[in-house]
């Protein structure tokens, strides 16, 4: 058993959690002066607070009325038992509140609409998020990379590069889509090297490493809910990666239905072992294992892009519907591979798992370490599960978030939890 503090509660469908972390030199958020002020203490991308995805906008006026309410919250992790207010973005800007402990990063709001800066995008009326369920930060050269799921489950999906003011990407090295992937409106132009889309959910990612194609680009993989998955380039926009199936799909079913009951759409985690050999490590909530994707560079001189070669299922008795991945270690330091989503070398990883509400630490061949069930203020879980999972910089803490109600709370939204490591 592990304890877990309270930091935050009030946030309806709490889903991706992830630190901020630092931007490292050589990165726009590092050295452009007026998106490194957004890094200052205090501010909402201070490396020393977490972002928080939520299916609430928190009173900020809906920009797209048929697609989903959310938002990405920007928290100080030092703070305890923060009453998130469930209106306090009605000005839709970056709002905070609580003294600064709790800010509004983007939602699905006008002031967020790729058009803000790319007016000729065709994605120019999407939003940076829309009930964001996945979030994978280029802390190396880039943004922030969130994955949404506008239309549910079985709907269109997006995946978006956003700006510190939580805007779709400022000068985008691609007119066409600007900071917004969605649907099958953005794949490459003229013609794809490998087939795919975002026909449904975003309900993963990853981050990548630069272009294979010598562009220093950065790419990123997307989990589609039909078990496809999908890399995004920031030039090129979206080619596939591998084809539906590859991981066990997340729509359908009786335990997705269970899920969907309780308010929240079904999520997985995605990370990535970058050395010796790139890999790609994806949970399988519904299917209680993990699938770990072997990838290699292939396609044409100019134009490379990442395929996948091997894959196994990594199975355990300690999975129990595993909804989130996170490394251990998490790389920082390496300037073409610090992410979030991304684990030093030989690092071991977490699971979150939502049937059970534990966390395991499994090592790559998918040998548990160990296994801890999660309290809060002293008791089980009750009737809340886990929803995500992410590890801070130093190794020293996890952050976890869940969704429904504490024992002994009359919250119903879902909140974040933080532990020590293990």
């Known amino acids: 058993m592990i304890d877990g ?11 991706a959690v992830s630190p901020i972390g630092t931007f490292l030199p050589g990165g726009p958020i590092h050295d452009n002066p007026t998106l490194a002020a957004f890094t200052q203490p205090g501010r909402v991308l201070d490396p020393i607070r977490i972002i928080v995805g939520s299916r609430s906008n928190f009173g900020a006026p809906i920009a797209n009325p048929d697609q989903a309410a959310g938002a990405l919250l920007s928290i100080d992790p030092g703070e305890a038992e923060l009453a998130v207010p469930a209106t306090f973005a009605s000005s839709g800007d970056q709002a905070s509140a609580l003294g600064g402990a709790v800010q ?22 999407q939003t940076a998020v829309s009930n964001p369920i996945g979030l994978s930060i280029n802390n190396a050269f880039g943004r922030l990379w969130p994955a949404n799921a ?14 510190p003011d939580g805007r779709p990407l400022k000068g985008a090295p691609n007119t066409r889509t600007g900071g917004v992937y969605f649907g099958d409106l953005t794949g490459r132009q003229p013609a794809q090297i490998i087939p795919g889309a975002l026909a449904k959910a975003a309900v993963g990612t990853a981050f990548l490493g630069r272009s294979p194609d010598g562009s220093g680009r950065a790419v990123f993989c997307v989990v589609v809910t039909d078990g496809s998955i999908v890399q995004e380039h920031t030039g090129k926009a979206v080619d596939g990666l591998a084809p539906a199936g590859i991981v066990g799909p997340l729509s359908g079913g009786s335990r997705a239905e269970e899920r969907g009951e309780r308010r929240f759409t079904p999520r997985l985690g995605a990370i990535i072992n970058y050395t010796p050999v790139l890999i790609l ?15 290699e ?5 100019g134009n490379e892009v990442f395929v996948p070669t091997t894959s196994r299922a990594i199975r355990s008795q300690t999975l129990d519907i595993p909804v989130d991945l996170a490394p251990v270690h998490i790389e920082s330091e390496d300037p073409n591979w610090s992410s979030n989503t991304t684990m030093e070398s030989d690092s071991d990883f977490y ?23 999660v309290w809060a203020r002293g008791r089980p879980l009750g ?21 429904g109600v504490l024992p002994g709370s009359d919250d119903h939204d879902g909140g974040v939890l933080e532990l020590p490591a293990f």
């Open 351 to 373: 699971v979150c798992n939502a049937g059970n509400d534990t966390i395991v630490r499994m090592r790559q061949d998918g040998a548990a370490v160990a296994r801890c069930r």
């Open 297 to 301: 560079i292939g396609g044409p001189a």
């Open 5 to 15: 503090r309270v930091i935050a509660f009030g946030i309806p469908g709490a889903s």
């Open 383 to 403: 009737h809340a599960r886990l929803n995500g999972i992410a590890t801070s910089p130093d190794g020293a803490k996890i952050w976890v978030t869940y969704v």
């Open 281 to 295: 490590y994806v949970s399988q909530p519904f299917d209680d294992s993990i699938k770990a994707i072997n990838l």
């Open 104 to 125: 509004m990063y983007s939602a699905q709001s006008p002031t967020w609409r790729n058009g803000f800066y790319n007016p000729n995008a065709v994605t120019a009326d």
């Open 150 to 163: 506008p239309f549910g489950l079985d709907g269109p999906g997006s995946s978006t590069i956003d700006d």
